[in-house]
């Protein structure tokens, strides 16, 4: 299919030497700010929806290793199922033609994660891979974050190591949120990427990184959007979703979903199937 925006072979190069890339100004500041605006007003609905925002916590506990304060993170995963504006970002091709320099013209949802960091006390994220979390066989998922609001280092920007996805999966902790020893991996050693409203930052699931606490006045709030290569399948049956193998862009050329009702991966179901224990 024609693309519409790129990115240059400097950009590309940049991304498979660092394994991130921040792209300046995907969104105007004005639509950032009415995505912020749509992304509260969901947090409020669902908070009332739910008796309140802890309900919808979801600091790690190994976040209180990095803050004094009581750490909170507001979240919810697939915003496309509550707001018809975030169903539309999915598939923005001033995001997806850009995610197909990376990764290939098909490009195929894994999940969404609506994060906000409340002022002054909003969670940290210890630095760790997303790969314990859902791990595939190629290596081309990644995460894509729209930042609706400027984000500065005290805002608890994304920080990164550059290079580190040539590492491979390295053995994560999984107490507290799957994440590296802290001694070793400490946050200092991260590359801080400061950022504006409409900002987006692309990085492989390989790439070390987190992100600090939120010490300013103002929430942080970001949409994470996973994607991968249709192609590309999972190796374990974990972290499944509702929203799981939308296609964003391009075509499935596996037709792995099923053509009934349930429109079930047939790749997920021979995998479990494999994969249980005879009686």
Known sequence: MEATYSLSPEQV????????????????????????????ALIRRLAQARGGED??????????????????????????????????????PRLTD??????????????????????????????????PYFPHA???????IFFFED???????LCVIPGSHKLGPLPHIPEGGWHLPLEQYPLEAAVPIPVEAGDVVVFNYLTIHGSGVNRTQEARTTLLVQMRDPTDF?????HLSRGQGLMLRGIDPTADADPDTSSRSRYLSQLSHANRTPE
């Open 13 to 40: 190069a940049f991304y498979e030497e660092n394994g991130y890339l921040h792209l300046p100004g995907v969104l105007s500041r004005e639509e950032a700010t009415a995505y912020r605006e749509e992304a509260h």
């Open 55 to 92: 309900a919808l916590n979801a600091a790690w506990g190994s976040s209180r290793a990095l803050t004094d304060l009581p750490p909170k993170l507001l979240h919810c995963h697939n915003v496309q199922y509550h707001s018809a504006a975030f169903t539309r970002l999915l598939c923005d």
């Open 98 to 131: 850009r995610i197909a320099c990376l990764i290939g013209p098909n490009i195929q949802l894994h999940h969404t994660k609506l994060f906000i960091k409340p002022p002054e006390q909003g969670a940290p994220f210890p630095l760790h891979q997303d790969y």
């Open 138 to 144: 190629k290596h081309t998922m990644l995460a894509a």
């Open 151 to 157: 984000t500065p280092v005290e805002r608890g920007c």
């Open 234 to 238: 999972p190796t374990q049956a974990v």
